[in-house]
């Protein structure tokens, strides 16, 4: 339980290091993932102008040592570079016309940002100048998102997702738009010498999630490659949950359950920091792959009354996986309705195993056919559902 004073802010992995930095209501701070605690110097104490509020921090993939840091309250995004884990040797900032809501980098390290207009409240995606840290529009969603900005990520191929929030107060309907890395290219070459409309809008998205495909509203989210397939991991707008989604299949399950929040009190969007996206991660792998998650609840007034950190790591893989046996089969398949099937993992004597077994479950069907299904693991006592 880091201290806390405001709303929990931004996360994010050390490139070069094992820790997470975090913004614990005041400064931004190193989580020392090998004693469990906070660092006891913070590397940088945000100014207080209006809040703060610090809705994102990202380290900087093609120089590692730099580390952006958004105050959404105040317009002002910070550039801070390290001389040491816990010591920043120059800082320098930049007045943006947006609340800042998520950040992303692309291959090139270009940096993207998502936000609204500070006058407007319209929303957009905008590209951040690394020298004066100041924005220009690139992509318009004016006419998506007009209740707010979203969190932003891209994908292995360079392939830019932009998430449309709920109404105010809502979960659903999750939707999910996809920008092609070439039209990104492109729209960056584009803009103009002065600041002008934006080279893309709305209409140059491609829906990939959209309201009736059953997504829970998403509050910060990030890909990850598992044996060649690509996943999104998010959390929801307003809670503690973490869901996994295959946004081929359209298919997304609870990845780790969140605690209720107590009696007279509210969950609300954790962070989520991925800290690499092609290193192995999946549930029993062994990875040396972690997410970070910076969860809270808060009270009537909005003030922040619970706080904590979370690491997730893989465990490692199970010995002695010798057989699958198929203990509760489907009673009749009927074409389009959605079947249960429950199978154990056992060992070589056909005792289940308990714990630490990953099973991928390949449906093959027809050539006119299409079967669809989510790759699933073992749950305690090897049970596979």
Do not use: C
């Not at 007045?95 to 291959?107: E, K, P, T, W």
């Not at 994908?155 to 979960?171: C, E, K, R, T, V």
């Not at 060992?347 to 099973?359: H, K, L, M, R, Y």
């Amino acid at each position: 339980n880091p201290p806390a004073t405001t709303f929990v802010g931004g996360a994010d992995w050390d490139p070069t290091g094992s820790d997470l930095y975090y913004w614990d209501g005041v400064n931004i701070r190193r989580f020392d993932t090998t004693t469990n605690a906070p660092a006891a110097t913070p590397l940088f104490t945000v100014p207080v102008v209006f809040g703060p509020y610090v809705d994102v921090i990202k380290f900087d993939p093609f120089n590692p040592n730099d580390l952006y840091v958004s105050e959404s309250g105040a317009f002002t995004l910070y550039r801070l570079t390290r001389s040491g884990v816990d010591s920043v040797a120059s800082q320098s900032s930049g007045v943006l016309g947006i609340y800042l809501f998520d950040m992303a980098f692309d291959s090139a390290g270009r940096l993207l940002a998502s936000g609204a207009d500070a006058t407007t409240f319209a929303a957009g995606i905008y590209l951040i100048d690394p020298v004066t840290l100041t924005e220009r529009l690139l992509i318009d969603l004016s006419l998506l998102n007009s209740n707010g900005s979203g969190p932003i990520a891209f994908d292995a191929a360079g392939n830019l997702y932009s998430a449309i929030p709920p109404a105010f107060g809502s979960q659903t309907p999750g939707q999910l738009v996809r920008f092609d890395r070439a039209e990104i290219t492109a729209a960056i070459l584009a803009l103009p010498p002065t600041p002008g409309p934006a080279p893309l809008d709305d209409t140059d998205a491609t829906l990939v999630i959209g309201p009736l495909d059953g997504f829970t509203g998403m509050g910060h989210m990030g890909f990850r490659t598992e044996d060649g397939q690509e996943f999104l991991y998010y959390v929801v707008s307003a809670g503690t949950t973490i869901y996994r989604a295959s946004i081929a299949l359209k298919q997304s399950a609870v990845f780790m359950q969140g605690a209720a929040p107590l009696a007279g009190l509210s969950n609300f969007s954790s962070v989520l920091a991925i800290e690499s996206r092609t290193a192995p991660f999946a549930p029993f792998s062994g990875g040396t792959s972690r997410l970070g998650l910076v969860f809270g609840a808060q009270n009537s007034s909005f003030a922040i009354v619970n706080q904590a950190i979370a690491t997730v790591k893989p465990a490692a893989p199970a010995t002695g996986a010798a057989s699958l046996a198929i203990t509760n089969a489907p009673a009749f398949l009927r074409n389009g309705i959605p079947f249960d099937l429950t199978v154990e993992v056992r060992n070589g004597s056909g005792t289940p195993i308990s714990t630490g077994a990953a099973v991928k479950i390949t449906a093959t069907g027809a050539a006119s056919g299409q079967l669809l299904g989510f790759t699933v693991a073992a749950t305690s006592g090897g049970v596979v559902n």
